[in-house]
T-cell receptor
Framework: DAKTTQPNSMESNEEEPVHLPCNHS???????IHWYRQLPSQGPEYVIH???SNVNNRMASLAIAEDRKSSTLILHRATLRDAAVYYC????????????FGEGTQLTVNP | KAGVTQTPRYLIKTRGQQVTLSCSPI?????VSWYQQTPGQGLQFLFE???????NKGNFPGRFSGRQFSNSRSEMNVSTLELGDSALYLC?????????????FGPGTRLLVL
């Protein structure tokens, strides 16, 4: 499966923007970049996904580098409820529905 | 719509026993996937079912099996339980099977094997 690299942990203050990076240097042209997060004691939840262009939704924005070898998940104003493990996942034709989770980034939000 | 539901939420078994976990997907969803989460291995894919057929399988021994019913509800079974099978078992559903489909996860079943 295509591999992603994320920092183990990041810290932010409440109401400040957070930029969570992800490297995926082996990405191919048809691979989708998905982000999920897992809050404590819950199952993972979908955040956002994209292919080539930047994407926005009510939860976050996804900025994709021009060469697609990296991407950044942006939380515009972090809240305490955003404290979670964030997973950057490449979805490929061969992986289909399977999500391959790495270790993710543990985001701590300080009040 | 109701979310993905999993039963039971907690389970304690002893080594050598077998266990069956149940997952009810979101209404209208036809794909169900199962994942195992442990502190050591993280989240790992077990298998996916779509329209009662196994579409994809992870790297787990044959003791782990599953099935899907005509109403899309799914069960997974683990036979001859080992201590290492203690984990959170998560079920996820999506409308269809494919790499663009968003997966919606349930709260999981926490299994403890003694």
């Amino acid at each position: 499966d295509a591999k992603t690299t994320q920092p183990n942990s990041m810290e932010s203050n409440e109401e400040e923007p957070v930029h969570l990076p992800c490297n995926h240097s082996t990405i191919s042209g048809t691979d989708y970049i998905h982000w999920y997060r897992q809050l404590p004691s819950q199952g993972p939840e979908y955040v956002i996904h994209g292919l080539t262009s930047n994407v926005n939704n009510r939860m976050a924005s996804l900025a994709i580098a021009e060469d697609r070898k990296s991407s950044t998940l942006i939380l515009h104003r972090a809240t305490l409820r955003d404290a979670a493990v964030y997973y950057c996942i490449l979805r490929t034709k061969t992986s289909g529905s399977r999500l391959t989770f790495g270790e993710g980034t543990q985001l701590t939000v300080n009040p | 719509k109701a979310g993905v539901t999993q039963t039971p939420r907690y389970l304690i078994k002893t080594r050598g026993q077998q266990v069956t976990l149940s997952c009810s997907p979101i209404s209208g969803h036809r794909s169900v996937s199962w994942y195992q989460q442990t502190p050591g291995q993280g989240l790992q894919f077990l298998f996916e079912y779509f329209s009662e057929t196994q579409r994809n399988k992870g790297n787990f021994p044959g003791r782990f099996s599953g099935r899907q019913f005509s109403n899309s509800r799914s069960e997974m079974n683990v036979s001859t339980l080992e201590l290492g099978d203690s984990a959170l078992y998560l079920c996820a559903s999506s409308p269809w099977s494919g790499l663009q489909e968003t997966q919606y996860f349930g709260p999981g079943t926490r299994l403890l094997v003694l």
